[in-house]
C-alpha cells in the first residue's frame, strides 16, 4: 500500500513530476562545481553514453531489435565530429550534427536490408559491422589517423562563462544530452512512438493499421544510430582524442549492458545504465581485469531472470511504494462531451462509449 | 596457377573451422530457433582447456578428446541451467542471456588463463604434401578431412540412429514429440551439448593456426555466421557450403585483391551477409520460410 495516492493529471500530479525533473536538473548543474575534475570527467563519459544507449534502449524495447553494432556507430560519430574539428575550421556545434547525419545515413545503409526481415538479422548484420568497424579505422589513415589516432581541439570555454574546461566539458554535455533525451521522449510519443507502440504489440494488427513495419523500424534503427552518433561526437569533445582501441567490440556490448541492465526505452534507464557502465569498470578494475566483463555479463543474464524493467523499472516499484498515481474517476459535468443526463450510470462510470477526460 | 589452389585448398580448410561452428549455430537454431551468440566463445573456453590439459603434460589427444567432452557437457549444462527458463518465451530475453553469457565466458576466460597469447600446440604435423603435383600444406588437407568426417558422422546419427530421429523430432514439433513420448527437454540438452562440441572442434582446429587468447572465436563467429547465412540458416549442408564459399572468398580477396590485405579480409563476412539479406534471405539452401517484416 502506498504512502501518497495523487490523481494522474492533477495539480498535484503535474507538481510532483516538474519537480522531480526540476530537482534532477538542479542536482545535475551543481555537482561538476562540488566535484572533482576527474569525477567530472567520468560524469561527463557517462552523459555520452547515456546519448547513445537512449538510441539503443528506443530500439531494443520498442523494435525489439537488437544491435551488436552500435560501438561502431559510436566511433563513426567521434571520427566525424574528430575529423571535422582537426581538419577543417568548422564550429564545434555543427560537428554535432554532422556526426549525426552521418550515423544516421550508416544505419539506413544496413537497416534498410536487415529489417526488411523479421528475426535475428540485424543482430547479426550489426555484429559483423561493429569486428569491421577497428580495421576499416585503421586502414583510412588520411581521414581517422590510422593506429595512432587523431588528436581533437576540444570546444574552448566562452569567455562569458567563469568556469573551468572539465567543468564547460561536462555542462556542454549535458545540455546535449538533455536536448537528445527530451527529443527522445517526444519521439516516442508522437506518431513514431504510437507505431513501434503498435508493432511491439502486435506487429500484424499494426500491419493491417496501414504501418510500414520495416520503414519504421529502419528509421527507428537510423535513429539510433544517429544517438550514438551524438554520443560519440560528445566523446571526442570529452577526450580529445580518438583512437581505434576506444571502439571495439566490447564497447558494444557495454552499451547494450547499459541498456539492458539501467531499462529498456526509458531515460532514467539510459541514465542509470551508464553511470552503471561508467563506474562499475573502475572498481571492478582494481580486482581484476576480467571482473568488469563478469559483471557485466552477469548482469545481463540476471535482470532477464529477475529484474525484467532493469534499474528503471525497480525505481518505479519503489516509487509505486511511495506515491500511487491513479487515473482520474470522471465525475458529472466534468466533461462537456459526455451529456450530464440521467443516462450517465451511479458511480460515476463514462457511459458506454462516453469519452474520458 | 598453383598459387591459386593453394590459396583455395586454404581457403577450404578455413571454410572448414567456419563450418564446423556454422553447424553448432544451425544445430541450436533448428531445435531452439535461437542464435547462440556465446557458441564461439564456449568454443574457446574449451580450447583454453585443452591448452591447460596440454601444458600440464597431458597427451594432446586425451588433451583434445577431453577438451570436447568438457564442451558437450557445459553445453548440456547451459541448456539445462540458463536457456530452459527463458525459452518459448520473449525470443529478446534468449537472445540478451546467451549475449550475457558471450561476455560471462569470455571475462571467465580472461580471469582464469590471463589475456597474453598462449602457443597452441600443433595438431597436424607440419610441411606441404604433393598432390597431383600441386603442393599443399598437410595442416589445410588434415583440417578438411576432420570435418568431412564430421559431417559423416553427423549425418550417420540423424538419420540412421534412433537418438537422431527423437533429436529431430523434438526439434521439429516438440508438442507432438512429446507425445509419442520423446522426452524433448533431454533431447534438446543433447542439442546443445552436441553444439558445444562442435564449436569445441572448430576452437581445436583453428588455435593452431593463430595465437590462443580470449579473442580466438569472435573473428571465427562472424566468419560462421556469414557462412550459416549464406547456406541457410536452417541447412546443415548449406552452413558447410557456405562456410567453404566463405572460406575461399576470403583467402583469394586477401591474396589478389590488394586494397584489402589480410586486415580488411573482414568486410568479407560483412559484404556477404548483407548482400545475402538483399537477394536471396533463406540463402542457398535454406527452406524460404524467412518472411517479410
Given at each position: 500500500?502506498?504512502?501518497?495516492?495523487?490523481?494522474a493529471?492533477?495539480?498535484?500530479?503535474?507538481?510532483?513530476?516538474?519537480?522531480?525533473?526540476?530537482?534532477?536538473?538542479?542536482v545535475?548543474?551543481?555537482?561538476?562545481?562540488?566535484?572533482?575534475?576527474?569525477?567530472?570527467?567520468?560524469?561527463?563519459?557517462?552523459?555520452?553514453?547515456?546519448?547513445a544507449?537512449?538510441?539503443?534502449?528506443?530500439?531494443?524495447?520498442?523494435?525489439?531489435?537488437?544491435?551488436?553494432?552500435?560501438?561502431?556507430?559510436?566511433?563513426?560519430?567521434?571520427?566525424?565530429?574528430?575529423?571535422?574539428?582537426?581538419?577543417?575550421?568548422?564550429?564545434?556545434?555543427?560537428?554535432?550534427?554532422?556526426?549525426?547525419?552521418?550515423?544516421?545515413?550508416?544505419?539506413?545503409?544496413?537497416?534498410?536490408?536487415?529489417?526488411?526481415?523479421r528475426?535475428?538479422?540485424?543482430?547479426?548484420?550489426?555484429l559483423?559491422?561493429?569486428?569491421?568497424?577497428?580495421?576499416?579505422?585503421?586502414?583510412?589513415?588520411?581521414v581517422?589517423?590510422?593506429?595512432?589516432?587523431?588528436?581533437?581541439?576540444?570546444?574552448?570555454v566562452?569567455?562569458?562563462?567563469?568556469?573551468?574546461?572539465?567543468?564547460?566539458?561536462?555542462?556542454?554535455?549535458?545540455?546535449?544530452?538533455g536536448?537528445?533525451?527530451?527529443?527522445?521522449?517526444?519521439?516516442?510519443?508522437?506518431?513514431?512512438?504510437?507505431?513501434?507502440?503498435?508493432?511491439?504489440?502486435?506487429?500484424?494488427?499494426?500491419?493491417?493499421?496501414?504501418i510500414?513495419?520495416?520503414?519504421?523500424?529502419?528509421?527507428?534503427f537510423?535513429?539510433?544510430?544517429?544517438?550514438?552518433?551524438v554520443?560519440?561526437?560528445?566523446?571526442?569533445?570529452?577526450?580529445?582524442?580518438?583512437?581505434?582501441?576506444?571502439?571495439?567490440?566490447?564497447?558494444?556490448?557495454t552499451?547494450?549492458?547499459?541498456?539492458?541492465?539501467?531499462?529498456?526505452?526509458?531515460?532514467?534507464?539510459?541514465?542509470?545504465g551508464a553511470?552503471?557502465?561508467?563506474f562499475?569498470?573502475?572498481?571492478?578494475?582494481?580486482?581484476?581485469?576480467?571482473?568488469?566483463?563478469?559483471?557485466?555479463?552477469?548482469?545481463?543474464?540476471?535482470?532477464?531472470?529477475?529484474?525484467?524493467?532493469?534499474?528503471?523499472?525497480?525505481?518505479?516499484r519503489?516509487?509505486?511504494?511511495?506515491?500511487?498515481?491513479?487515473?482520474?474517476?470522471?465525475?458529472?459535468?466534468?466533461?462537456?462531451?459526455?451529456?450530464?443526463?440521467?443516462?450517465?450510470?451511479?458511480?460515476?462510470?463514462?457511459?458506454?462509449?462516453?469519452?474520458?477526460? | 596457377?598453383?598459387?591459386?589452389?593453394?590459396?583455395?585448398?586454404?581457403?577450404?580448410?578455413?571454410?572448414?573451422?567456419?563450418?564446423?561452428?556454422?553447424?553448432?549455430?544451425?544445430?541450436?537454431?533448428?531445435?531452439?530457433?535461437?542464435?547462440?551468440?556465446?557458441?564461439?566463445?564456449?568454443?574457446?573456453?574449451?580450447?583454453?582447456?585443452?591448452?591447460?590439459?596440454?601444458?600440464?603434460?597431458?597427451?594432446?589427444?586425451?588433451?583434445?578428446?577431453?577438451?570436447?567432452?568438457?564442451?558437450?557437457?557445459?553445453?548440456?549444462?547451459?541448456?539445462?541451467?540458463?536457456?530452459?527458463?527463458?525459452?518459448?518465451?520473449?525470443?529478446?530475453?534468449?537472445?540478451?542471456?546467451?549475449?550475457?553469457?558471450?561476455?560471462?565466458?569470455?571475462?571467465?576466460?580472461?580471469?582464469?588463463?590471463?589475456?597474453?597469447?598462449?602457443?597452441?600446440?600443433?595438431?597436424?604435423?607440419?610441411?606441404?604434401?604433393?598432390?597431383?603435383?600441386?603442393?599443399?600444406?598437410v595442416?589445410?588437407?588434415?583440417?578438411?578431412?576432420v570435418?568431412?568426417?564430421?559431417?559423416?558422422?553427423?549425418?550417420?546419427?540423424?538419420?540412421?540412429?534412433?537418438?537422431?530421429?527423437?533429436?529431430?523430432?523434438?526439434?521439429?514439433?516438440?508438442?507432438?514429440?512429446?507425445?509419442v513420448?520423446?522426452?524433448?527437454?533431454?533431447?534438446?540438452?543433447?542439442?546443445?551439448?552436441?553444439?558445444?562440441?562442435?564449436?569445441?572442434?572448430?576452437?581445436?582446429?583453428?588455435?593452431?593456426?593463430?595465437?590462443?587468447?580470449?579473442?580466438?572465436?569472435?573473428?571465427v563467429?562472424?566468419?560462421?555466421?556469414?557462412?550459416?547465412?549464406?547456406?541457410?540458416?536452417?541447412?546443415?549442408?548449406?552452413?558447410?557450403?557456405?562456410?567453404?564459399?566463405?572460406?575461399?572468398?576470403?583467402?583469394?580477396?586477401?591474396?589478389?585483391?590488394?586494397a584489402?590485405?589480410?586486415?580488411?579480409?573482414?568486410?568479407?563476412?560483412?559484404?556477404?551477409?548483407?548482400?545475402?539479406?538483399?537477394?536471396?534471405?533463406?540463402?542457398?539452401?535454406?527452406?524460404?520460410?524467412?518472411?517479410?517484416?
Amino acid at each position: 500500500m502506498s504512502l501518497v495516492t495523487v490523481v494522474a493529471g492533477s495539480r498535484a500530479h503535474r507538481a510532483l513530476r516538474w519537480g522531480t525533473i526540476a530537482a534532477g536538473t538542479a542536482v545535475a548543474l551543481a555537482v561538476p562545481f562540488n566535484s572533482s575534475p576527474s569525477l567530472n570527467g567520468d560524469l561527463t563519459l557517462v552523459l555520452c553514453y547515456a546519448v547513445a544507449a537512449a538510441g539503443l534502449g528506443m530500439l531494443v524495447g520498442y523494435a525489439g531489435q537488437v544491435s551488436l553494432g552500435h560501438g561502431a556507430f559510436f566511433a563513426v560519430g567521434a571520427y566525424t565530429a574528430a575529423a571535422l574539428l582537426a581538419k577543417t575550421d568548422l564550429h564545434w556545434l555543427l560537428a554535432l550534427p554532422a556526426a549525426a547525419a552521418v550515423t544516421f545515413a550508416l544505419g539506413l545503409a544496413f537497416g534498410i536490408p536487415a529489417l526488411r526481415l523479421r528475426g535475428i538479422y540485424l543482430a547479426l548484420v550489426t555484429l559483423a559491422l561493429a569486428v569491421a568497424a577497428g580495421p576499416v579505422l585503421k586502414r583510412a589513415e588520411p581521414v581517422t589517423g590510422g593506429v595512432s589516432g587523431l588528436s581533437v581541439p576540444q570546444p574552448p570555454v566562452p569567455g562569458w562563462l567563469a568556469v573551468d574546461a572539465d567543468q564547460w566539458l561536462y555542462l556542454l554535455s549535458l545540455a546535449v544530452t538533455g536536448v537528445m533525451l527530451l527529443i527522445a521522449v517526444n519521439l516516442t510519443r508522437g506518431s513514431l512512438g504510437r507505431s513501434l507502440l503498435a508493432i511491439r504489440d502486435g506487429e500484424r494488427a499494426a500491419r493491417t493499421a496501414g504501418i510500414d513495419v520495416a520503414r519504421v523500424k529502419t528509421l527507428l534503427f537510423a535513429t539510433a544510430g544517429a544517438y550514438a552518433g551524438v554520443g560519440g561526437a560528445l566523446f571526442a569533445f570529452a577526450l580529445g582524442f580518438v583512437a581505434p582501441e576506444s571502439f571495439t567490440l566490447l564497447l558494444s556490448f557495454t552499451l547494450l549492458s547499459a541498456v539492458v541492465v539501467g531499462g529498456l526505452g526509458t531515460v532514467a534507464g539510459a541514465v542509470l545504465g551508464a553511470l552503471f557502465v561508467v563506474f562499475v569498470p573502475q572498481y571492478a578494475g582494481e580486482v581484476d581485469q576480467a571482473l568488469t566483463g563478469i559483471i557485466y555479463g552477469g548482469a545481463l543474464i540476471a535482470v532477464v531472470y529477475l529484474l525484467p524493467g532493469g534499474a528503471a523499472g525497480l525505481l518505479r516499484r519503489l516509487r509505486r511504494r511511495l506515491i500511487d498515481v491513479v487515473e482520474p474517476t470522471p465525475q458529472r459535468g466534468d466533461n462537456d462531451a459526455v451529456p450530464t443526463s440521467d443516462t450517465a450510470p451511479v458511480g460515476g462510470q463514462p457511459a458506454a462509449g462516453g469519452v474520458r477526460p | 596457377m598453383e598459387r591459386f589452389l593453394q590459396v583455395v585448398v586454404d581457403g577450404i580448410a578455413d571454410g572448414s573451422v567456419y563450418a564446423a561452428l556454422a553447424l553448432a549455430l544451425v544445430l541450436i537454431f533448428r531445435s531452439t530457433g535461437v542464435v547462440n551468440f556465446a557458441q564461439g566463445e564456449m568454443a574457446m573456453f574449451a580450447t583454453f582447456v585443452a591448452w591447460a590439459l596440454a601444458d600440464s603434460g597431458v597427451p594432446l589427444v586425451l588433451a583434445l578428446l577431453g577438451a570436447l567432452a568438457f564442451a558437450f557437457a557445459a553445453g548440456m549444462l547451459v541448456e539445462r541451467v540458463l536457456i530452459r527458463p527463458v525459452e518459448g518465451g520473449n525470443p529478446l530475453n534468449l537472445v540478451i542471456v546467451t549475449l550475457g553469457l558471450f561476455i560471462v565466458v569470455n571475462a571467465a576466460a580472461g580471469w582464469i588463463w590471463g589475456f597474453t597469447l598462449k602457443d597452441f600446440p600443433q595438431i597436424f604435423p607440419g610441411g606441404v604434401a604433393e598432390v597431383g603435383g600441386v603442393s599443399l600444406s598437410v595442416e589445410s588437407l588434415g583440417i578438411i578431412g576432420v570435418l568431412l568426417a564430421v559431417v559423416l558422422v553427423l549425418w550417420a546419427l540423424f538419420t540412421h540412429t534412433g537418438i537422431g530421429l527423437a533429436m529431430r523430432a523434438a526439434a521439429q514439433s516438440p508438442a507432438s514429440a512429446r507425445l509419442v513420448g520423446v522426452p524433448v527437454g533431454r533431447m534438446l540438452m543433447l542439442g546443445w551439448g552436441l553444439a558445444a562440441l562442435l564449436g569445441a572442434l572448430a576452437g581445436v582446429l583453428v588455435a593452431p593456426r593463430l595465437f590462443l587468447d580470449t579473442n580466438l572465436m569472435a573473428g571465427v563467429l562472424v566468419y560462421s555466421f556469414a557462412g550459416a547465412a549464406l547456406g541457410g540458416f536452417d541447412s546443415p549442408l548449406g552452413a558447410v557450403i557456405g562456410s567453404w564459399i566463405i572460406g575461399i572468398t576470403e583467402g583469394l580477396a586477401g591474396t589478389y585483391v590488394d586494397a584489402i590485405g589480410s586486415d580488411l579480409k573482414v568486410l568479407v563476412p560483412l559484404t556477404i551477409i548483407v548482400g545475402v539479406l538483399l537477394l536471396r534471405p533463406s540463402g542457398l539452401f535454406g527452406s524460404p520460410e524467412v518472411t517479410r517484416a
